[in-house]
């Protein structure tokens, strides 16, 4: 009469691996968990203040007083620049092109809009070129019914 087969390992893989390894497997699978926890715990909080950042703008923008109508000082638009369309999302660079850095007047010069901060904002050329002589809150009105 034969014996019965002897049950199964549930894992024999998993057993023989540890087996092998001994203990140190564990602990480079624990070590291994712990650095991914870690990695996106950097991402979590490095993506804060990015987050923060991109807060920035659309801006509803400002007219009137003394620098209404007049372009941004070179000062201005150091402030205002941003590697990011407050618009798209794009990120802006300082190359010719769709994706080129342009401070855009929030209220249009021709509107009143004046050459303050306020009224100052990072946009890609795509959009700076789309949103031509209308106000933010009008742009994003135009993105929400003919998006790209
Ligand atoms: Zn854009």
Do not use: W, Y
Not at 7 to 33: Q, T, Y
Not at 80 to 88: E, I, L, Q, S
Request: some cysteine; glycine content about 10%; overall charge negative.
């Amino acid at each position: 009469m034969l014996a019965k087969d002897p049950p199964l390992s549930a894992d024999p893989v998993g057993d023989f691996l540890i087996g092998l390894a001994g203990g140190s497997l564990v602990s480079a699978i624990e070590s291994a968990l712990e650095s991914v926890a870690s990695s996106v715990e950097s991402v979590v909080s490095s993506a804060t203040p990015d987050a923060a950042e991109s807060v920035i703008g659309p801006k509803e923008g400002s007219a009137g007083g003394p620098g209404a109508g007049k372009r941004f000082s070179d000062s201005t638009k150091d402030a205002a620049r941003d590697d990011t369309c407050v618009f798209c999302g794009q990120t802006t660079n300082r190359e010719p092109g769709p994706s080129q850095s342009q401070i855009d007047h929030a209220i249009p010069k021709s509107r009143g809009g004046n050459n303050m901060i306020d009224n100052a904002q990072n946009t890609c050329r795509t959009c700076n070129l789309r949103k031509g002589a209308l106000t933010t809150l009008e742009f994003l009105e135009k993105m929400a019914s003919q998006p790209f």
